[in-house]
């Protein structure tokens, strides 16, 4: 595959897995069909929603399947990572629907990956409550019972520091709580339900059991030594509280004191062994010092209050939604990651990278992924383990809090006729893994 400087981009290891992703709320639509989740609570709510839409069509994924799975075929991808919603499988027939998606993947030879929590948490749950947890895993054992025959990759949560954070503490995403710091408990109480899936996973015969955490390195403002303190704090924050638990079973000095019940006990828990480590990357983070404006997260407005702040990274690009582009930033987060948990780190797999761009000849989205992909083979290079990298996203779809503005899709999709329309961008990633096979 060439890039502007006419060099290919090198051989991934053989083995490689090579994928997309999407998530139940964001595609499925048929609302209907299926419980409320807190998320379409959330979206009834005026003014939650920037353009006021709800996912309750989003993509028609639900009946339009056999489609997108034709898509996924014709983009030659090994596998496909998508979520099961708790509030379909709790309604009748729900399951019936994961069913007839995991028998068309394997049809075409592309394998399910299935994350069991992407945020759409059943409407009468809490993740304040500790028992959310336990029903949690009821919930695994249900799916991995009727999927486990031809499921061999299972991811038990998505992102847990962005649910907490933007959910719980700041309340843009659903169910739209501003709790702060007192939103701590909500992380805990997921990442003990992790701990409880890998249980229901394994007590199910199931292997290959990983999670999907957002992380990205945490870049000092300047080298004052507020700068530096902030810094830290935030990069505990949002990176080492949700993986230190799962790859040490600790928490980060002095974090453990803030949550709730018998801490030590459900590090056990937590800590139960996974088989790899799912990263979701982005872009790295500028903090420092409090300086009267915190700044924003992922392009929301953060409390004044907070003992760091959010600043611009300048002279890069952006795309559509903002977000700086460091295709290097993933090298020096997975450098960085080995270095820190050495031998304890588990085999890692890329579960997220993409970028929000408009467009269907998209090249900028292809530039983006061509930086990327070569900055990961860099890492893997440097001796970092990883065994597989997944596009956000296989199609455009409800963005969150964004509604339909913004577009990650190699596949563009007309919300009006749900028309699908391959991008440029899906072109060349099907040209990429073409270069991947072997000869």
């Known amino acids: 595959m060439a890039t502007d400087a006419g060099t290919a981009i090198p051989r991934f290891p053989p083995g490689f897995l090579w994928g997309v992703s999407t998530s139940a709320h964001q595609i499925e639509g048929a609302a209907e069909k299926r419980e409320p989740s807190v998320w ?58 994961y069913d007839r998606l995991v028998d068309e993947l394997c049809a075409a030879g592309v394998r399910p990956v299935p994350t069991l929590f992407h945020w759409d948490l059943p409407a009468d749950r809490d993740w304040l409550d500790r028992d959310t947890a336990a029903r949690f895993a009821d919930h695994v054992t249900v799916v991995a019972d009727r999927l486990g025959d031809r499921v061999g990759t ?17 309340g843009t995403h659903a ?83 803030l949550m709730p019940g018998d801490v030590e006990s459900d ?58 582009v460091v295709p290097e930033g993933l090298t020096e987060l997975l450098t960085g990651f080995r270095d820190r948990y050495g031998d304890r780190l ?11 761009y408009d467009g269907v000849d998209d090249q900028d989205r292809i530039a983006y992924l061509d930086a990327h992909v070569r900055a990961l083979h860099r890492a893997i290079e440097a001796g970092v383990d990883v065994r597989g990298y997944f596009v956000w996203s296989l199609m455009d779809n409800f963005e969150w809090a964004e509604g339909y503005a913004r577009r990650f899709g190699l596949v ?25 096979r072997p000869a």
Not at 346 to 356: A, D, F, L, R
Request: hydrophobic content about 40%; charged content about 20%; aromatic content about 10%.
């Open 175 to 257: 169910p739209g709580r501003r709790l702060l710091f007192d939103a701590l408990p909500v992380a805990h109480h997921q990442l003990l339900a992790h701990g409880l899936a890998v249980r229901a996973l394994r007590a199910a015969g199931a292997d290959g059991i990983g999670i999907a955490n957002s992380h990205g390195p945490t870049w000092p403002a300047s080298r004052d030594q507020a700068d530096l303190e902030a810094a830290g704090f935030y990069d505990v924050l949002l990176n080492r509280l949700f993986a230190d638990p799962v790859v040490l079973g600790a928490y980060p000095e002095g974090m453990g004191d």
């Open 154 to 170: 299972w991811i038990t949560l998505n992102e847990p520091a962005e649910h907490t954070l933007l959910g719980h503490a700041l």
């Open 267 to 324: 590090l056990k828990v937590i800590a139960e062994p996974v088989d790899w480590y799912g990263v979701n990357y982005y872009a790295p983070t500028r903090v420092g010092a409090p300086q009267g404006t915190a700044g924003e997260f992922g392009g929301v407005p953060l409390p004044a209050e907070l003992p760091f702040s959010v600043r611009e990274i300048e002279g890069r690009p952006v795309t559509d939604f903002g977000w700086p």
């Open 412 to 436: 563009h999709v007309d919300f009006e006729t749900l028309e699908r329309t391959p991008k440029a961008s899906y072109h060349w990633f099907r040209d990429l893994l073409r270069t991947q």
């Open 40 to 97: 379409d609570v959330f979206t009834a709510a005026p003014g939650r929603v920037k353009d006021g839409s709800t996912a309750a069509v989003a993509c028609d994924h639900y009946h339009r399947y056999r489609e997108d799975v034709a898509l996924l075929a014709g983009l030659g991808v090994d596998a496909y990572r998508f979520s099961v919603s708790w509030p379909r499988v709790n309604s009748p027939g729900g399951l019936d629907f």
């Open 346 to 356: 588990p085999p890692v797999v890329i579960t997220e990278n993409g970028c929000s």
